[in-house]
């Protein structure tokens, strides 16, 4: 009888459905760092195969590690954003704009230093400028994002005009080589420290959480989205001075774009752009040089671009998909 009641508890029992079992893998602790690595092995190995083992050498490895640096940048600027709930997708427009503040102000006074300084501040206060509408005037971010992206990339096309603004080629590959790994080491040990070390980035992950737990508890929100804008615009003015030292010029269309490679970044470096707890500042650059490695990869193999951005997309959604939120948790942001 017992034996017979047994069998049919465990008959009763509902089986955990393909959902419920991924709910359960994010879930556990080291999942947001070892999957997006184990991700971006995965890709490296299957490229260095079907390209015959040219993909793993050390002038691939060392171009798709360059090419990672502006975008991980703004990848890590904006995960401050995303933090928070919010979304902010002009960030490539926002850079292209302070790049060509930086090299105007270069053709004025052929200072590199001014030109660096200028880079950097012109991003923060555009990105101050993002931060103002949404906190000020209580506009959702991502709606903010779409007008600002085109109004940013109307001014960067008038600015540079039909030739390209250009740069002292020789200083700025004097500079790139040490500048840039130099800069990008320190602002990302500081993004590092700051988010996970600091009672900034423990509100900014509140925030994410449960914005309205967050309020009961005495956080202000609205200081803590200055305070993440704040460094996003750092990151994003950072981002501008590696563009100018790569390509000696800026032209009409730089920084189209960018804010999607941004977010795919974020997302395939295992973070959500819904934010949270689970949130961190390095998911941005791993996913960075994730996007590369298939950027990169796919071309060797001879696919056209339009393909490439196909499959991104679809990553991008599949993503967005296991990262979204589900009627069926409680009232709180979902988290990666």
């Known amino acids: 009888m017992e034996q017979i009641s047994q ?65 991980g940048t703004m990848a890590i600027a904006v995960s401050f954003i995303y933090t928070t709930g919010n979304i902010d997708f002009s960030v490539g427009n926002v850079m ?16 590199m230093a001014i030109m660096i300084l200028v880079t950097f501040l012109s991003g923060m206060a555009l990105m101050m400028c993002n931060c103002a509408l949404g906190v000020i005037f209580h506009i959702k971010s991502a709606r903010v994002a779409v007008v600002a992206m085109s109004v940013y990339s109307a001014f960067t096309v008038f600015l540079v005009g039909a030739e390209p603004l250009k740069v002292d080629y020789k200083i700025c590959k004097v500079l790139e080589g040490n500048f840039r790994y130099i800069a990008f080491i320190l602002y990302f040990a500081g993004c590092i420290l700051m988010y996970h070390k600091t009672a900034i980035g423990r509100k900014l992950r509140f925030i994410g959480g449960n914005a309205v737990c967050a309020k009961q508890t005495g956080i202000n929100e609205n200081e803590s989205i200055v305070t993440a804008f704040i460094f996003a615009g750092i990151g994003v ?5 590696l563009q100018i030292l790569r390509t000696g010029s800026i032209a009409q269309g730089v920084g189209t774009g960018m804010g999607m490679d941004v977010m795919l970044a974020t997302v395939l470096g295992g973070m959500s752009i819904f934010g949270g707890a689970k949130s961190n500042a390095y998911a ?20 056209s671009s339009t393909l490439i951005q196909g499959a991104r997309a679809i990553i991008f959604l599949l993503l967005v998909f296991m990262n979204s939120e589900r009627q069926s948790t409680l009232p709180s942001r979902q988290q990666f």
């Open 96 to 111: 292209g704009l302070a790049a060509v503040f930086g090299v105007m102000a270069y053709q004025v006074t052929e200072n």
């Open 284 to 303: 941005g650059f791993i996913g960075a040089v994730t996007v590369t490695v298939l950027n990169r990869g796919l071309l060797m193999l001879g696919v």
């Open 7 to 71: 069998q049919a508890i465990v008959k009763d029992i509902p089986r955990l459905g393909l959902m419920d079992r991924i709910d359960i893998m994010k879930n556990k602790r080291g999942f947001p760092l070892v999957f997006p690595l184990s991700m971006l092995a995965l890709l490296a190995v299957i490229f260095h195969i079907l390209t015959g083992g040219e993909f793993l050498t050390l002038n691939v490895l060392k171009g798709v590690f360059n090419q990672s640096l502006i975008v």
């Open 237 to 241: 003015g950072l981002a501008g001075v």
